[in-house]
């Protein structure tokens, strides 16, 4: 009898219910916030960037770092979706004299994937994604640096001969690209630091032979950063982040009342509960699909960290509180714990935790 293969590639389903235009996108594995210290921040990041995780957030704040730095992070991702989902992140920075490099390496696996002949199970594998940037940035001067960042993706959906077996003679099941990141932080003044970063530039990924390869998910960030209070026992900061993902536009294809934008009762419009934005133009979907991040920073004497933040993502239908701690010990080790799982709209928990060494 001739073989029913079902593919379960959650990992595709999943992310698409979570992300709005970046569902658009190949690889949108790319646009989860790596760090517990980040993510509960609300993912308001790119300004201040002060340790290892600027590789991914904005290149250029490896370029005012002294030490070197790694951090470590691990998450059971959204395990209310599906058993067996992981995040790992590792990054690291290296200064030196003729400017400072860095590295960080993305892994998501969204568990184990299956294909059945008549619901008995002929083959089973884990589907991952992986990505892996090197980075380097340059002092200009004491209050501006440049940053830039070389990625490698791969993502891994399915064994070949499953893909043969259920779409005929094609091949395929993993996909592949390359990726570029570029990032300016400046510091305006002692207190206030203005970043602003692109990530994702580079050609689509494909995932069958001869297909129409998806977009990568094109993320433009602009950051401020401002200290309100910092002495021997005290600091305290605020972050703000906006994020704006660019998947598949295509100007030129557009009707002339795609650009027309009206403020009243945009948000009723939008219907984000039911995912109808049939009543909106392109600007004003555009618009709302724009990510905001706000948070807060308060270290007592560079020991103990309290944080906390608010993330929107409209129509993604990602909002609410996140949530974090840190303990620092010796002014290198840094234990974080980061908490968002109130910004989905479902039962879930996502705890994000990391291990940083400054030395």
């Known amino acids: 009898m001739k073989k029913r293969f ?15 235009t970046a569902s658009q996108a190949g690889a949108i594995f790319l646009m989860i916030y790596p760090g517990a210290r980040a993510m509960s921040m609300g993912g308001a990041f790119t300004a201040l960037s002060d340790d290892a995780l600027a590789s991914y957030y904005n290149p250029a704040g490896l370029g005012m770092q002294e030490k070197k730095d790694v951090i470590l992070m691990h998450v059971e991702w959204l395990p209310a979706l599906q058993t067996g989902m992981y995040y790992e992140y590792f990054a690291g ?15 998501l696996t969204t568990g184990e994937t299956y294909a059945t002949d008549e619901n008995d199970p002929t083959g089973r594998w884990r589907t991952f994604d992986f990505a892996l940037s090197i980075s380097y940035a340059y002092k200009l001067k ?102 704006k993902v660019v998947a598949g536009w295509d100007l030129d294809s557009l009707p002339d009342d795609a650009f027309d934008f009206s403020f009243s009762g945009l948000l009723d419009r939008a219907n984000p509960s039911t995912s109808d934005t049939t009543v909106l133009t392109w600007i004003e979907k555009e618009v709302l699909d724009t990510w ?55 039962d879930t928990s996502n705890y994000r935790l990391s291990l940083g060494i400054r030395f």
């Open 292 to 346: 905001l991040g706000i948070g807060v920073e308060y270290v007592y004497f560079n020991m103990l960290a309290l944080r906390g933040g608010y993330f929107l993502d409209y129509l993604g239908r990602r909002k609410g509180f996140t949530f974090g701690a840190g303990i620092i010990i010796n002014s290198s080790i840094r234990i974080d714990l980061g908490i968002d799982s109130e910004i989905y709209d479902f």
């Open 142 to 243: 004491e209050n501006l640096s440049i940053g830039g960042s070389g990625k490698f993706i791969y993502s891994f959906l399915a064994p070949e001969w499953v893909v043969r077996e259920y779409l005929g003679n094609v091949t395929g099941g993993q996909g592949q690209s390359v990726a570029l990141d570029l990032g300016l932080l400046y510091k305006i003044n002692d207190a206030f630091n203005l970043g602003f970063s692109v990530s994702n530039i580079g050609p689509g990924i494909g995932y069958l032979e001869n297909s129409v390869k998806d977009p990568l998910p094109l993320s433009f960030r602009l950051g401020l950063k401002y200290t309100i209070l910092e002495n021997k026992l005290n600091t305290l900061l605020v972050a703000a982040d906006i994020n």
């Open 93 to 107: 920075v290296l200064p030196t004299q003729y400017g400072n490099f860095g590295a960080d390496i993305i892994y």
């Open 6 to 20: 079902i593919i379960v590639l959650f990992s595709i389903f999943t992310a698409v219910s979570i992300f709005s």
